[in-house]
């Protein structure tokens, strides 16, 4: 199940995000950089206010990367459930020292570590932070006028992180500048949370938060992911979405002289998916076919792949993890083998759930 997290100024914003769904109510002052600090006191009336029912996370600020000074911000927000913690850009050993410091603290307090992917992350301190009590990671971004979280960073690095982090048992979110297309490519992900403060407001970033963007997040983000475990032919027909003659290199093929060189690969995908309603306008109510162009691409950025057969069961267990698809066929073509086009198709459905 993945959560919401709303950045709010304080507990008259903390009170909008809550009726429009929020999860977790995160305090932050967007006016003051990516990570600007609220002060103690602001915490201390979000907290009153919320009164527990739902968990409040407090940044530290947007900070110089020294022990102390980190250190000093974390112990003045330990009465929020979460103080979350930008590892801004600084050297290895000056993030090591910070995180270091925060050892001790960290056996009190819930603390987050975020990332930014505009800010030379360095994904190898995943261990490290588990190793030394971080409750999570995120990923977020400190530039918040050159791009999306989707632009800094692919999918597939997206998916490594969230993969890495969970692992060593680290709750997992990611934000930055998230837009409506970007939460159901986001969600195949599968983070613990989706962190929003732009998208939650009307106007500017650091404008009152509104009630209605808010919902509208809500409504983007699913419930649950249906499982993909068993897939079998199934019948019956919905409306079509599809992705057509999609080309792109890839590392495949069995044999030797196929390894260490890519190839044109096509893919055609068409997935039946529940009758679209009359009177649909938002994203909420779709399948998105970014989710599909974005699953061929992970494909092609792993690395080596022997067979077609393995890249179409895995793109049909894909697109059908999302429950309003009920059937998918996806075609494999190589183009450089020989005279013709070679390759597989194969139709999958979601087994019937027991009764
Ligand atoms: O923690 C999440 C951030 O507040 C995200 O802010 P943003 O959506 O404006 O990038």
Redesign the pocket.
């Known amino acids: 199940m993945i959560r919401l ?3 709010v100024t304080g507990p008259e914003e903390a009170e909008i995000v809550i009726e429009g769904g929020a999860d977790f109510v ?1 305090l ?1 002052d ?1 006016s003051r950089g ?2 600007g600090a609220v002060s103690p006191s602001v915490l201390e009336a979000t907290l009153r206010a919320v009164a527990g029912r739902r968990p409040v996370s407090a ?1 530290a600020g947007d900070l110089p990367m020294q022990p102390d000074v980190v250190r000093r911000a974390v112990e003045a927000r330990r009465a929020a459930d979460y103080v ?1 913690i930008g590892l801004f850009p600084a050297s290895r050993e000056e993030r090591l020292a910070v995180i270091a410091a925060l050892r001790e603290p960290a056996s009190r307090t819930r603390l987050i570590a ?1 990332f930014f992917a505009d800010g030379d992350p360095d994904f190898t301190l995943l261990p490290v932070l588990a190793e030394a009590g971080f409750a999570g990671a ?1 990923i ?2 400190i530039g ?1 006028s050159s791009g999306r ?1 989707l632009k800094q960073l692919s999918l597939a690095a997206l998916g490594d992180f969230v993969a890495t982090a969970r692992n060593l048992g680290l709750l997992t ?1 990611l ?4 837009e409506p297309p970007d939460v159901p490519r986001l969600a195949v992900l599968e983070p613990d949370y989706l ?6 407001t009307a106007g500017p ?1 650091d404008g009152p938060v509104d009630l209605g963007a808010v919902r509208a997040i809500r409504a983007l983000i699913p419930a649950e992911t249906a499982s993909n475990s068993h897939s079998v032919p199934a019948a019956g027909r919905g409306d079509l979405i599809f992705v057509r003659d999609f080309t792109l290199p890839m590392e495949i093929g069995a044999y030797g002289h196929e390894r260490g060189r890519a190839q044109q690969v096509r893919f055609s995908v068409e997935a039946e998916i529940d009758p679209i309603v009359a009177g649909v306008r938002t994203m909420a109510e779709i399948y998105s076919y970014d989710v599909i162009i974005d699953a061929i691409r992970s494909l092609a950025e792993r690395g080596h792949t022997d067979l077609v057969e393995t890249l179409a069961l895995e793109l049909a267990d894909t697109v059908l993890a999302d429950a309003r698809v009920r059937e998918v066929t996806v075609r494999v073509e190589k183009l450089e083998l020989g005279p013709a086009a070679v390759g597989i198709a194969v139709t999958r459905g979601r087994a019937a759930s027991a009764p």
């Open positions: 997290l709303a950045s995160d932050k967007p990516a990570l940044v979350k975020v995120m977020d971004t918040k979280l979110g934000a930055g500048s998230l962190g929003f403060r732009g998208a939650l970033r």
